[in-house]
């Protein structure tokens, strides 16, 4: 009977530990899925910190996303805002702008226009870089494209070539013809005033040429400029978002470790429980099972006595 009672001992040590870590694990799995509706209907109604409108998922940024010196400026106006909060992207846009307009203030004592339109483009996301080229051949006057042209031509090999051929015709034919006949003669007075006529046009349409191109570098130099500019404070707001969030890997991967670490350590709790259990219920069956071996040789004894 002690036997008996002790094995069904053994079975019901047996299918309550499991049974145990069932229920444990069901009701895990019930705060889990709990949490992931809670999650899903947060997600679906996002709500902006600043204003209070409802935002769309793809209009949302939570704030521990930011860089944290963006988070402490916009604190700064509004410090009830948590880690776990969510604002509009125009609004992340307008405090980005206001930060960096003051950022350059600080380094540089004042904005300048040019600053102004890169801290502009960051806002709203524009490109500034340009082709110089077409705006400034968009804007340009007849007299201008016939400047250009003559002092493009005035300054190449094919001007050089032609115009010394046409001075070796006109002196050759002058000399051919001798000093009655010839139309300029030797010394060539009429060549030498065509020459000066031309030399006192062709200089100002080459300056006028000269002035449009330093005026085009000049724009050219100012579109790199704010293009450089740009690229700076994109990059060092890349470093800062780049070191933000390889900080908070670290610290998300430090906090799966200990959870990964405490749910080991239950793990082994209950294993050691479940061995001892078990030991005990073997030490208690072995002990039953002895016991009626000791009992049989007592019996015959007994009745030797009586007769």
């Given at each position: ?108 004592g004042e904005l300048s226009t ?112 704010k293009v450089n500019l740009k ?5 060092r707001h890349l470093h800062e ?67």
């Amino acid at each position: 009977m002690t036997a008996g009672t002790l094995t069904s001992g053994t079975d019901n040590t047996d299918t309550t530990v499991p049974s145990d870590h069932m229920a444990e694990t069901e009701a895990m799995a019930e705060a889990m899925s709990h949490s992931i509706s809670e999650a899903k209907v947060k997600a679906l109604r996002l709500r902006d910190a600043i204003s209070g409108t409802t935002l769309k998922k793809k209009d949302a940024v939570r704030i521990d996303d930011l860089r944290p010196t963006l988070v402490d400026y916009i604190r700064m106006d509004h410090p009830q805002i948590g880690s776990d909060d969510y604002i509009s992207r125009k609004s992340v846009d307008e405090y980005r702008g206001r930060y960096i307009s003051e950022l350059l203030v600080n380094e540089r004592g004042e904005l300048s226009t040019l600053e102004g339109d890169v801290v502009e483009s960051l806002r709203t996301h524009d490109t500034l870089a340009e082709n110089i080229e077409e705006d400034y051949d968009e804007t340009r006057t007849l007299g201008d494209r016939v400047a250009d042209r003559v002092a493009s031509f005035g300054g190449s090999w094919t001007f050089i070539i032609s115009f010394s051929a046409f001075l070796g015709v006109w002196m050759v034919i002058n000399v051919a013809l001798g000093q009655k006949n010839a139309f300029d003669a030797y010394p060539f007075i009429l060549l030498n005033l065509v020459l000066s006529t031309i030399a006192a046009l062709q200089a100002p349409v080459i300056m006028m040429s000269q002035r449009r191109t330093e005026a085009k570098d000049r724009l050219r130099a100012l579109n790199e400029y704010k293009v450089n500019l740009k690229a700076e404070l994109e990059i060092r707001h890349l470093h800062e978002k780049v070191d933000h969030l390889l900080n908070r890997q670290w610290e998300r991967l430090t906090e799966i470790q200990q959870i990964q670490v405490e749910m080991m350590l239950e793990q082994g709790r209950k294993a050691s429980k479940v061995v001892k259990v078990r030991r005990v219920v073997k030490r208690k069956a072995k002990g039953a099972k002895k016991s009626p071996r000791t009992n049989t040789p007592a019996e015959p004894a007994a009745d030797t006595d009586a007769v």
